[in-house]
């Protein structure tokens, strides 16, 4: 079945440390990915999608197929990025469709 | 461009009553995708409108159904509403062919 899974709920990290939020996925297929972010009282909007391969405010993310994982890193974390992530996966296995399915969501609080 | 416009931002129905969302999608869009998030969870695929038909549909019972118009705009319908539906009703536009889906604020409904 597919399913994307992000473990933590809550990550609580200090502005300058580094940041990586897990993402892990399952599907039969060849896999698209992305993240997407919600700041607060904002919409839900695309940061970045792994076929891009780009680097977005700073942030990356690679597919590890071995793993089935997509994590979002970012070497020094910015109050700016205290937000909700969702890593989805499009259920077309097409360039973001609109049928996507997304993970529970992690919130990155990042203090002063 | 306003970008996706839904309508109404909240909405409160009694158990077992219908209700109607409505979807504006972004100028040049022509597919309408509708998300359900419960709180604190992630978006859930409910259905997309291309072409005025249903293309794909989610894990959802038929009380959940819908519309596109000519104009690409879409409706969500919820028939018989459950205490369960009260949720934020997010809908997503995007273009044959494009790379990104945009999303709208979201109607909250509460059911009572």
């Known amino acids: 079945a597919q399913r994307v899974t992000q473990p933590e709920k809550l990550l609580s990290v200090f502005k300058g440390a580094p940041v990586e939020l897990k993402c892990n996925y399952s599907?039969?297929?060849?896999?698209?990915l992305f993240w997407y972010v919600q700041y607060s009282r904002q919409r839900l909007q695309l940061l970045l999608r792994?076929?891009s391969r780009e680097s977005i405010k700073g942030f990356t993310a690679d597919l590890n197929k071995g793993e089935t994982s997509f994590h979002l890193k970012k070497p020094f974390a910015q109050e700016e990025d205290s937000a909700m992530y969702y890593c989805?996966?499009?259920?077309?296995?097409?360039?973001?469709?609109?049928?996507?399915?997304f993970g529970q969501g992690t919130t990155l609080q990042v203090k002063p | 461009d306003a970008g996706v416009t839904q309508s109404p931002t909240h909405l409160i129905k009694t158990r077992g009553q219908q209700v109607t969302l409505r979807c504006s999608p972004k100028?040049?869009?022509?597919?309408v995708s509708w998300y359900q998030q419960a709180l604190g969870q992630g978006p859930q695929f409910i259905f997309q409108?291309?072409?005025?038909?249903?293309?794909q549909r989610g894990n959802f019972p038929d009380r959940f159904s819908g519309h596109q118009f000519p104009n690409y705009s879409s409706e969500l319908n919820v028939n018989a509403l459950l205490l369960g539906d009260s949720a934020l009703y997010l809908c997503a536009s995007s273009k044959t062919g494009g790379t990104e889906a945009f999303f709208g604020q979201g109607t909250r409904l509460t059911v009572v």
């Open positions: 100028s040049g869009h022509d597919t």
């Open positions: 989805a996966l499009d259920l077309d296995g097409s360039s973001n469709t609109g049928k996507l399915i």
């Open positions: 792994h076929i």
């Open positions: 599907y039969s297929g060849s896999p698209e």
């Open positions: 409108y291309y072409e005025e038909e249903e293309r």
